[in-house]
């Protein structure tokens, strides 16, 4: 299984999925999201994932998405292809991405049905015998693990790294500790919604990646916070936080879904016609998307 690390030169860059007027993949405007965000170096692409809106893509367009995400990093950093949702999908969704030249897997939960923890460890192992390409597990949703579901996951080699959604620090300090009795060096994230708000808690028990939708809307923001954080300058990353991220979080805790929708519109006003998000989300009403415009200015005016 093939190591992979992520540059520690700016956060993880979850693009959006731009569509046109017809609700069709916008390939232009992917490539120039994409082409207009490798100089502010992220430390990865995570394509087609949560932000990139991987629920709401057939096959068909989930191939175009990852290829283009493929084709435009050209290798400057690791491209990391979503998967999930319904097996037979997620392990084609896995088959095509190795086809394409990804370099790993974030394995989403399954879709609708819950089952009890042999079952989900059981559903990313089916992902894992598909494919060569190495695996980050996403505890979230229908697939929240236990300690010993943890401890049989990172000793299955495929299994590079553990994405963190549920926010149960104590269960999180637990897993970073299960993998270090495994002996294997096994990389955890952040994954929660805006995560920057929740890093510096996550840092301080060994989890020292995150996840950034921000840096997909506003580069230059989030650029400064992870040089703040990664600098040990915890003065400036609290302005940021209060001053930007605990608005947004305010903003997008008043609709379901908004931590996508937001997020599309925000790469919108900045220069790159994303489009609407698709059903079952919904897209900012006239009075929020002002409100995020607003935040957005503020953010700009910390930075300077």
């Known amino acids: 299984m093939t190591d992979l690390t992520f540059p520690a030169t700016g956060p993880l ?57 493929v084709r435009v990093t050209a290798g400057a950093v690791p491209v990391v292809a979503g998967t999930g949702g319904p097996l037979g999908h997620a392990v084609a969704c896995a088959v095509e991405a190795e086809r394409l030249g990804a370099d790993a897997l974030l394995v989403l939960p399954p879709y609708l049905v819950a089952g009890p923890q042999q079952g989900i460890v059981a559903y990313v ?19 929240q693990f236990s300690v010993d579901s943890i401890e049989r996951l990172v000793a299955n080699p495929s299994v590079i790294g553990i994405k963190d959604g549920v926010g149960d620090v104590a269960l999180a300090q637990e897993f970073v500790l299960a993998a270090e009795r495994s002996g294997r060096d096994i990389l955890f994230f952040n994954g929660l919604l805006t995560a920057e708000l929740s890093q510096l808690a996550y840092r301080s028990i060994g989890i020292p990646l995150y996840s950034s939708a921000v840096f997909a809307m506003a580069p230059d923001i989030a650029g400064a916070f992870f040089t703040a ?12 936080l209060d001053g930007f991220y605990a608005p947004l979080v305010r903003l997008r805790d008043r609709v379901p879904g908004y931590a996508v929708s937001l997020i599309k519109a925000g790469v919108t006003l900045d220069g790159v016609p994303a489009g609407s998000v698709r059903a079952p989300l919904v897209d900012p009403s006239p009075e929020h998307l002002a409100e995020l415009t607003a935040i957005l200015e503020r953010g700009r005016e910390l930075v300077k």
């Open 125 to 143: 192992e089916a992902i894992a015998a598909a494919t060569r390409l190495p695996l980050i597990v996403y505890h979230r949703g229908a697939s």
């Open 229 to 240: 954080y990664t600098g040990m300058d915890v003065a400036a990353a609290r302005r940021l």
């Open 13 to 69: 860059f979850f693009p959006v999925t731009p569509f046109d007027d017809r609700g069709r993949v916008e390939v232009g405007a992917l490539e120039a999201h994409l082409a207009s965000r490798l100089p502010h170096r992220p430390g990865g692409v995570f394509i087609a994932c949560g932000t990139g809106e991987f629920h709401a893509l057939s096959l068909a367009e989930y191939s175009t998405v990852v290829e283009h995400g």
